[in-house]
């Protein structure tokens, strides 16, 4: 039973460009969690998504960021034009209920 | 706003002794709490959990305190081990019917290190 899956594991993108992050949930589970960790810092919760909705996109910065979990495939964390402010660790969870799993996280270079 | 805080940024304890990590928070409508584990360069490893209606939890070595009226945890591991060295984040989340919809709120972490 595999756990959830983050695609790449690592991420280079200059400034400007776009980076987008895989998140595979695992095996039944219907909930998809995206969470940001700067450098010292804890995880800050970015968006909630279950298949084709966004539930809660209260942690997502306004400008530049979008996610995505469609029917079919992994949810998509996209950064538009990415700055170097945006060089950190994207962890992704599921859960089926109240525990959450989390992914081996892709961590994201800005040059 | 940090609603979830650990205030000890690090603890060292020796092997085979007990580790008290501790965590508090601001938000009473938070029902459901967790400890996650991490090692550097992965993901948040799930330890234990503890509902509001309960005070404690335990699951081997891991023991988890709730102390509602104080809006304070705690995780006890006994007997510590080298290969617990690690971060440990609390984190609390608020069930249906609320606004947070399920999402967990972080406190900044404790580096832990059992010293053998």
């Known amino acids: 039973n595999a756990g959830v899956m983050q695609n790449p594991r690592h991420l280079v993108r200059r400034r400007g460009q776009e980076a987008r992050l895989r998140c595979s949930p695992m095996?039944?589970?219907?909930?998809v969690y995206w969470y940001r960790q700067l450098p010292e810092e804890g995880l800050k919760f970015m968006v909630y998504?279950?298949?084709?909705?966004?539930?809660?996109e209260s942690g997502m910065p306004k400008e530049r960021f979008s996610a995505e979990f469609p029917k079919e495939g992994p949810s998509i964390l996209r950064i538009q034009q990415v700055v170097r402010g945006d060089s950190a660790a994207y962890f992704c969870?599921?859960?089926?209920?109240?525990?959450?799993?989390f992914g081996p996280g892709t961590r994201l270079t800005v040059l | 706003d940090q609603q979830v805080k650990q205030n000890s940024p690090s603890l060292s304890v020796q092997e085979g002794r007990i580790s008290i990590l501790n965590c508090d928070y601001t938000?009473?409508?938070?029902?459901?709490f967790l400890w996650y584990k991490k090692y550097p360069a992965e993901g948040p490893t799930f330890l234990i959990s503890?509902?509001?209606?309960?005070d404690k939890n335990e699951d081997g070595r891991f023991t988890v305190f709730l102390n509602k009226s104080a809006k304070h945890l705690s995780l006890h591991i006994v007997p510590s081990q080298p290969g617990d060295s690690a971060v440990y984040f609390c984190?609390?989340?608020?069930?249906?019917?609320?606004?947070?919809?399920?999402?967990?709120?972080f406190g900044q972490g404790t580096t832990l290190q059992v010293k053998p």
């Open positions: 969870a599921s859960s089926a209920w109240n525990e959450q799993f």
């Open positions: 095996k039944g589970h219907s909930h």
């Open positions: 998504l279950q298949k084709e909705n966004i539930i809660d």
């Open positions: 938000n009473s409508m938070f029902d459901y």
């Open positions: 503890i509902s509001s209606i309960k």
């Open positions: 984190a609390a989340s608020a069930g249906p019917g609320s606004s947070n919809t399920g999402k967990l709120i």
